[in-house]
């Protein structure tokens, strides 16, 4: 005989899949007809889930899909969404993500050799060349400022 089990989720607004349970506003259906089935109730008692039997006459509605988000959102146990978190207040369009611009590379932050190997990495001459200007500003140390010499010879 295959026993069926209607399953109360923890949080009453989740919406989605569990060990291969769907569950709609916090509630899902599992029997132990198969080894699936027969796990995810282990795991559903063993993370505190509820597990009601189904009777017999008891009618298991059919699986609509995921909720909408305004569903999933909503608290069942108080009529309302939720007082913290869970999307609250989140506007229908977001706003464009804008790239910012990475730091400028500053020599004077690093040693000899990490300037000289950011150099060699770097493919713009003008980033280049501005790396060079901030350390002939700066500790005016000679290897670096030989390889801008270098560059400038290379150029022409």
Do not use: C
Not at 19 to 24: D, E, I, L, N
Not at 73 to 91: F, K, Q
Not at 105 to 116: A, C, G, I, M
Not at 134 to 151: F, H, S, T, W
């Amino acid at each position: 005989m295959t026993n069926s089990y209607r399953v109360e989720a923890p949080v009453r607004s989740y919406s989605g899949d569990s060990v291969g349970v769907q569950f709609t506003k916090g509630t899902g259906y599992v029997n132990d007809a198969s080894k699936e089935g027969r796990a995810a109730i282990e795991y559903f008692r063993r993370q505190g889930y509820a597990l009601l039997p189904i009777e017999d006459g008891e009618e298991v509605p059919a699986s609509t899909g995921p909720a909408s988000p305004e569903d999933a959102m909503t608290n069942l146990g108080h009529g309302s969404a939720p007082s913290v978190g869970l999307g609250i207040g989140i506007p229908d369009e977001q706003p464009p993500v804008t790239a910012t611009a990475a730091p400028e590379y500053d020599p004077s932050k690093y040693n000899q050799d990490d300037v000289l190997a950011y150099l060699d990495r770097t493919d713009d001459a003008a980033e280049r060349q501005r790396v060079i200007d901030a350390e002939a500003d700066g500790k005016k140390r000679k290897a670096i400022l030989a390889r801008g010499e270098q560059n400038q010879e290379d150029q022409k």
